[in-house]
């Protein structure tokens, strides 16, 4: 609903403060969570899994199957809405409604970071759902229906942030297997933790020496590992994150991009009435492979 007693220019204004304000900073999550643009309101995504590795052919072909996921992701709706009155547009305060508006647009930035990092940080749980496999995201007891192996596996730890218990959540990573029952051999190049533990992250991905001894013992993960904080993760809690594959641990769905839905003014407030801006947009965030990320800690 756009109503023609709302000025243009203010149209023009709402939607450019807008626009560059959703274009204004790159945000951390983008590293943890991929984004999807959704069709439908509610989408299936089939997943078949990790490739089958190579046979000996010497005695005939073997057909080998994929394994099929399937997780069914849905949208929600969020909103934010803003006034400027009347009388403060014909003082020629329309500059008060772009920053008001550059406002909106960041925030709902800042709204998906915080959501991601959210989700996250609930892993262990199912408090925002649950992993494809009905297990929560950060679980011991992982299996693939149909997979290549029989042992359940294991993402979820209680470890206290240090370098010896990073490498100890590192080996256990590189232990992974795919549906078919091979090593995943994924890259974890990031470390994910709360403001809290800055200190000791920037130790284990920064220092060339084992910042936890005095015989300066060299830190193989100097270099190799980076790390980001976030305020919305619990304080002792912390991430080993496989960053830099083609597909995230964790799914932003995105149906309906941040846009100014609706203005309308209404004559009855003060100041000579408001007029109202509605940006609107939809979006959830889901986990997808629960490989591409371990818990140190909750």
């Not at 203005?263 to 407030?269: G, L, R």
Request: hydrophobic share 35%; with cysteine.
């Amino acid at each position: 609903m756009i109503t023609g007693n709302v000025p243009g220019h203010l149209l023009v204004a709402a939607r450019t403060g807008f626009l560059s304000a959703l274009r204004a900073r790159p945000y951390d999550w983008q590293r943890v969570a991929m984004q999807m643009n959704m069709g439908a309101a509610s989408v299936d995504l089939v997943d078949l899994g990790a490739a089958p590795m190579p046979v000996n052919s010497s005695r005939g072909v073997t057909v080998q199957d994929f394994i099929e996921k399937r997780k069914t992701v849905t949208p929600t709706d969020w909103d934010i809405t803003t006034w400027i009155s009347y009388n403060a547009v014909k003082d020629d305060q329309t500059a008060a409604l772009e920053r008001r508006v550059r406002g909106a647009g960041s925030n709902f930035q800042k709204h998906i970071n915080k959501r991601v990092f959210q989700v996250l940080n609930a892993g262990d749980a199912q408090t925002y759902g649950a992993c494809y496999d009905g297990q929560d995201f950060f679980d011991s007891d992982h299996v693939d229906k149909g997979g290549h192996y029989q042992t359940a596996q294991d993402n979820e730890n209680t470890l206290t942030l240090s370098i010896d218990n990073f490498e100890t959540v590192w080996v256990a990573a590189q232990g992974t297997k795919d549906d078919q029952g091979e090593y995943t051999e994924y890259l974890y190049d990031l470390l994910v933790c709360h403001p809290t533990n800055a200190r000791v992250a920037a130790q284990i991905c920064n220092n060339p020496d084992a910042y936890d001894t005095g015989n300066r013992e060299m830190n193989p993960y100097s270099g190799k590992i980076g790390y980001i904080t976030s305020p919305h993760l619990d304080t002792n809690a912390w991430h080993l994150i496989a960053s830099g594959e083609e597909v995230k641990p964790l799914i932003l769905a995105m149906k309906e991009q941040p846009n100014l839905q609706a203005a309308w003014f209404d004559a009855d407030k003060p100041d000579g009435g408001r007029y109202y801006f509605k940006f609107y947009a939809r979006y959830e965030v889901h986990y997808g492979l629960w490989q591409l990320a371990y818990q140190g800690n909750t």
